[in-house]
């Protein structure tokens, strides 16, 4: 029954002055075709990554590759690709009504002795992205998230995936939602009203996109630099901090208040942050820098945190990497979510994730947004989800804040980054750094609290005014 769930993917590629051609087809989950004549062996590669298998490769290795076979073993024919080449495979493994599926996630290729030396293959384009005509809404192309119904026919969903040569590549557990992928030069969408029709499925949507500005500090605004630092004392709290952002620099001098951490696109490797905007989060969550105009609280202001990366190099990120992230929080014992992002894109599975994060004992915190529009900004808005405007030194409104009726609470949004905590040090304001300090505040109210979890999350969802105030001073 595996097979069909793996289709086929068959690509003619021409590249350069000689119109050398080579051709890749990957048939069911373990059959692979491969042709190819003096064709360099990242472009090989790079097209098994475009249909999602993750490629990590010493940027030095990249011969010449002449080889033909055909419906080879999906792992022995990559044995005949990388036959001269120390590699590595690593499968996940996607449970659901049919049972267990392996499915091929990332292949290593390193010399002896060197595998610390591979990097991501073309890490600047880890998403199809792809913009929705009518909304303008970013998503990736190739790619949609279904949930099953439950009283699913699994032959006929099967079946379905089959006859649009679609692809599971990786299921949420505690949602029940599916990574479909598709061959990268289809778009999605013209399969939207064919699956919402179908019996077997409950609910269908894009794999939805949200763009963090490439240019730091994203959704913070530069003022000026201010270089001095204190040193913090290490954390008491024993409510840690996910941070879902850009991630973290090897540089940043916040490990002692890290637990774990994760990126998204480096498994089992160190969290990285090429962007800036997740390490200076960091910083503020953690209670290693305090928003400019906040009182110094001590000890009982520093927290433990988990920094989560989810971006791309691109600063893309995507609902199925939100989903995960979450995730990897909820295992790892995160009481507060904080997301100093956002977007206008309402998506009813991010809503459902943020309900599922509430359910698992965390409670989420968003940015409202830097620009004053009124409108409502998501992760923010969603019910379950406490919206973040912000504040100057002086207390008084940001001009730049958003505002609404999903902005519950307004903190200092103004901060200055020493060159000893960041690669990114200066003076920035906006509601990202406001959202970074509430969830430190509720953190340190959730610690002090003598209530079990179970009954702050009751009070989070009945009483969440009282919260409120509870969780941030007035500067």
Same mark, same amino acid.
């Given at each position: 029954?595996?097979?069909?769930?793996?289709?086929?993917?068959?690509?003619?590629?021409?590249?350069?002055?000689?119109?050398?051609?080579?051709?890749?087809?990957?048939?069911?989950?373990?059959?692979?075709?491969?042709?190819?004549?003096?064709?360099?062996?990242?472009?090989?590669?790079?097209?098994?990554?475009?249909?999602?298998?993750?490629?990590?490769?010493?940027?030095?290795?990249?011969?010449?590759?002449?080889?033909?076979?055909?419906?080879?073993?999906?792992?022995?024919?990559?044995?005949?690709?990388?036959?001269?080449?120390?590699?590595?495979?690593?499968?996940?493994?996607?449970?659901?009504?049919?049972?267990?599926? !392996?499915? *091929? %996630?990332?292949?290593?290729?390193? @010399? +002896?002795?060197?595998?610390?030396?591979? =990097?991501? $293959? #073309?890490?600047?384009?880890?998403?199809?992205?792809?913009?929705?005509?009518?909304?303008?809404?970013?998503?990736?192309?190739?790619?949609?998230?279904?949930?099953?119904?439950?009283?699913?026919?699994?032959?006929?969903?099967?079946?379905?995936?089959?006859?649009?040569?679609?692809?599971?590549?990786?299921?949420? !557990?505690? *949602? %029940?939602?599916?990574?479909?992928? @598709? +061959?990268?030069?289809?778009?999605?969408? =013209?399969? $939207? #009203?064919?699956?919402?029709?179908?019996?077997?499925?409950?609910?269908?949507?894009?794999?939805?996109?949200?763009?963090?500005?490439?240019?730091?500090?994203?959704?913070?605004?530069?003022?000026?630099?201010?270089?001095?630092?204190?040193?913090?004392?290490?954390?008491?709290?024993?409510?840690?901090?996910?941070?879902?952002?850009?991630?973290?620099?090897?540089?940043?001098?916040?490990?002692?208040?890290?637990?774990?951490?994760?990126?998204?696109?480096?498994?089992?490797?160190?969290?990285?942050?090429?962007?800036?905007?997740?390490?200076?989060?960091?910083?503020?969550?953690?209670?290693?820098?305090?928003?400019?105009?906040?009182?110094?609280?001590?000890?009982?202001?520093?927290?433990?945190?988990?920094?989560?990366?989810?971006?791309?190099?691109?600063?893309?990120?995507?609902?199925?990497?939100?989903?995960?992230?979450?995730?990897?929080?909820?295992?790892?014992?995160?009481?507060?979510?904080?997301?100093?992002?956002?977007?206008?894109?309402?998506?009813?599975?991010?809503?459902?994730?943020?309900?599922?994060?509430?359910?698992?004992?965390?409670?989420?915190?968003?940015?409202?947004?830097?620009?004053?529009?009124?409108?409502?900004?998501?992760?923010?808005?969603?019910?379950?989800?406490?919206?973040?405007?912000?504040?100057?030194?002086?207390?008084?409104?940001?001009?730049?804040?958003?505002?609404?009726?999903?902005?519950?609470?307004?903190?200092?949004?103004?901060?200055?980054?020493?060159?000893?905590?960041?690669?990114?040090?200066?003076?920035?304001?906006?509601?990202?750094?406001?959202?970074?300090?509430?969830?430190?505040?509720?953190?340190?109210?959730?610690?002090?609290?003598?209530?079990?979890?179970?009954?702050?999350?009751?009070?989070?969802?009945?009483?969440?005014?009282?919260?409120?105030?509870?969780?941030?001073?007035?500067?």
């Amino acid at each position: 029954m595996f097979r069909y769930l793996l289709l086929m993917l068959s690509i003619l590629i021409i590249i350069g002055e000689n119109c050398l051609a080579y051709e890749i087809k990957i048939e069911n989950a373990d059959k692979l075709t491969v042709h190819a004549h003096q064709v360099p062996l990242q472009s090989l590669l790079s097209t098994l990554q475009s249909w999602g298998i993750v490629v990590k490769i010493d940027p030095q290795i990249n011969p010449k590759v002449s080889v033909s076979f055909q419906n080879k073993d999906i792992q022995k024919g990559l044995d005949i690709l990388l036959k001269s080449l120390n590699h590595i495979y690593v499968w996940n493994v996607v449970k659901g009504p049919w049972g267990k599926l !392996p499915v *091929l %996630s990332e292949i290593h290729v390193f @010399f +002896p002795g060197k595998k610390n030396l591979i =990097k991501l $293959l #073309d890490s600047k384009n880890q998403y199809n992205i792809a913009r929705i005509p009518d909304t303008k809404n970013f998503y990736v192309k190739n790619e949609l998230l279904v949930k099953l119904s439950r009283n699913m026919n699994v032959e006929a969903f099967i079946q379905l995936l089959k006859s649009l040569n679609g692809v599971i590549i990786d299921q949420h !557990p505690g *949602l %029940s939602i599916y990574q479909i992928r @598709f +061959p990268p030069n289809v778009d999605a969408l =013209k399969y $939207l #009203d064919i699956l919402k029709k179908n019996n077997s499925i409950s609910s269908v949507e894009p794999n939805y996109g949200y763009r963090i500005s490439k240019n730091y500090p994203a959704s913070l605004l530069k003022i000026k630099p201010n270089l001095q630092s204190k040193a913090k004392a290490f954390p008491t709290s024993e409510v840690p901090i996910a941070i879902l952002d850009t991630g973290l620099s090897i540089n940043s001098n916040l490990s002692p208040y890290i637990i774990t951490s994760y990126d998204a696109f480096q498994l089992n490797e160190n969290i990285v942050d090429k962007m800036g905007h997740g390490t200076n989060m960091a910083n503020i969550a953690s209670g290693n820098v305090l928003p400019d105009g906040v009182s110094d609280y001590g000890q009982s202001n520093t927290q433990y945190i988990i920094p989560i990366r989810i971006f791309d190099d691109n600063g893309m990120v995507t609902n199925y990497q939100i989903m995960s992230g979450i995730e990897f929080a909820k295992i790892n014992g995160a009481k507060v979510i904080s997301m100093s992002w956002g977007s206008e894109t309402y998506s009813k599975f991010l809503d459902d994730t943020m309900s599922y994060a509430v359910s698992n004992g965390m409670i989420p915190i968003a940015a409202a947004g830097n620009s004053p529009t009124g409108r409502p900004i998501y992760p923010a808005a969603y019910d379950t989800v406490i919206g973040v405007g912000a504040t100057s030194p002086n207390g008084k409104p940001w001009k730049k804040s958003n505002y609404g009726d999903f902005v519950e609470i307004e903190a200092p949004g103004y901060a200055t980054f020493p060159d000893t905590s960041s690669d990114w040090p200066g003076r920035y304001v906006g509601t990202s750094i406001s959202t970074a300090f509430v969830a430190n505040q509720v953190a340190a109210y959730l610690a002090k609290s003598s209530k079990s979890m179970k009954g702050i999350q009751q009070d989070i969802m009945t009483q969440r005014s009282m919260i409120i105030e509870s969780v941030c001073p007035k500067p």
